[in-house]
């Protein structure tokens, strides 16, 4: 995906995040109005209303369908603001564009399904469409899925093209709604710098007090913008309640947030990576004494015809090596994993020695 173009609109300055706020849905056309109005008057140029809603059971509301684009055109008259709203079918996309409204997104359901990607793509290809288009990622974890999605607008000749990380599903509770699973947007970064990547910390949090911490998060990480859900009245709110905030609250947020410069490189900078690079090396080479350690008990468990993996040895390097790691401030999950790597790989290299092949 060569040639993207930065996504922006006249007044709006290509330099700074990327805000995009309003409400889950569009309920009526007061709260719609109301809600803008309010953003507007905060500084907010882009507007964000569901109007089809893609809902997990059926029974919720799904949306008020149509009627919505007419409220989205009087916001875009009365307060100047761009509306987005969410397409999924083909008559979602001819809907909105006939509709005037300046930028499209999908979903997270919908991102997830090729036939349905292709069929927007179709679409905005059979109408000469040049606006921007925002791909959340899919509900599960899988990059290539999102990338696809993405080629496939990307193929129907839109280069306004960005991606809104959301979060990714998992079954049982945890703090987060959708995990941020940060590595999947990074990586989508290393391979398509080009490509501006949105954070959306209301899907991925999916409660009020999460939005702040996220939000800071993907601009410490070079997100290129936020998504955040508002609205006049959040507790009364026909879908996603827990989550949306008040313009007033969301105002206050984003004055709070830092942005930082990715671009700016210090000397200090250069001393401290320069640092890093040392000590990476240093630890290669401690990792790779270990593991001659550990063929040198590959060659005496063979001699005395032991297994290679002792389960009470194994709980007990495990156990002190992770008090130790958390004594020296690290966190458990990562102690965990690493230790475990670690494990593997010198089970590997033992394994490699009782079977007799050179390493
Ligand atoms: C939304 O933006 O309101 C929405 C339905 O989000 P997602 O597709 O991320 O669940
Ligand atoms: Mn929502």
Not at 11 to 22: F, T, V
Not at 57 to 70: I, M, R, T
Not at 155 to 183: C, D, E, V
Not at 325 to 330: C, I, L, N, P, Q
């Amino acid at each position: 995906m060569k040639d993207l173009q930065p996504i922006t609109f006249p007044g709006i300055d290509p330099k700074k995040p990327l805000i995009i706020a309003g409400p889950c849905s569009a309920e009526t056309e007061e709260q719609t109005l109301d809600t803008a109005r309010q953003l507007a008057d905060l500084g907010i140029k882009i507007f964000r209303a569901g109007i089809w809603k893609p809902r997990t059971k059926p029974g919720g509301f799904e949306g008020v369908g149509s009627q919505g684009l007419k409220w989205l055109k009087k916001v875009k008259e009365e307060t100047g603001m761009y509306v987005a709203t969410e397409v999924a079918t083909h008559q979602h996309v001819t809907e909105a564009l006939a509709e005037g409204i300046d930028m499209i997104w999908i979903g997270a359901r919908t991102s997830a399904n090729p036939f349905a990607m292709q069929e927007i793509a179709d679409t905005l290809k059979e109408l000469n469409a040049d606006i921007p288009v925002l791909v959340k990622n899919p509900v599960n974890p899988d990059l290539e899925l999102w990338i696809g999605a993405m080629q496939r607008i990307y193929n129907a000749g839109i280069r306004q093209l960005g991606a809104i990380h959301r979060g990714f599903s998992t079954y049982g509770k945890h703090i987060y709604r959708n995990m941020p699973q940060w590595h999947i947007p990074i990586e989508l970064r290393l391979r398509f710098p080009e490509m501006p990547i949105i954070c959306d910390p209301s899907h991925i949090g999916g409660r009020r007090e999460l939005i702040a911490p996220l939000s800071q998060e993907a601009f410490d990480m070079g997100f290129d913008g936020l998504i955040i859900e508002s609205h006049c009245n959040p507790d009364c709110a026909w879908s996603d309640a827990a989550q949306q905030l008040t313009p007033e609250i969301l105002n206050f947020i984003l004055h709070t947030l830092v942005i930082r410069d990715s671009k700016q490189s210090t000397e200090n900078l250069t001393l401290l990576r320069q640092q890093i690079d040392r000590i990476d090396r240093e630890l290669l080479e401690v990792l790779a004494k270990r593991m001659q350690v550990s063929r040198d008990i590959g060659r005496y468990k063979k001699e005395h015809r032991m297994s290679v993996v002792q389960a009470g040895r194994y709980n007990d390097v495990i156990r002190t090596r992770l008090n130790h790691g958390v004594e020296m401030g690290m966190g458990a999950e990562f102690l965990k994993t690493v230790l475990l790597a670690i494990h593997d790989e010198s089970v590997r290299q033992q394994i490699e020695i009782i079977n007799d092949r050179t390493i």
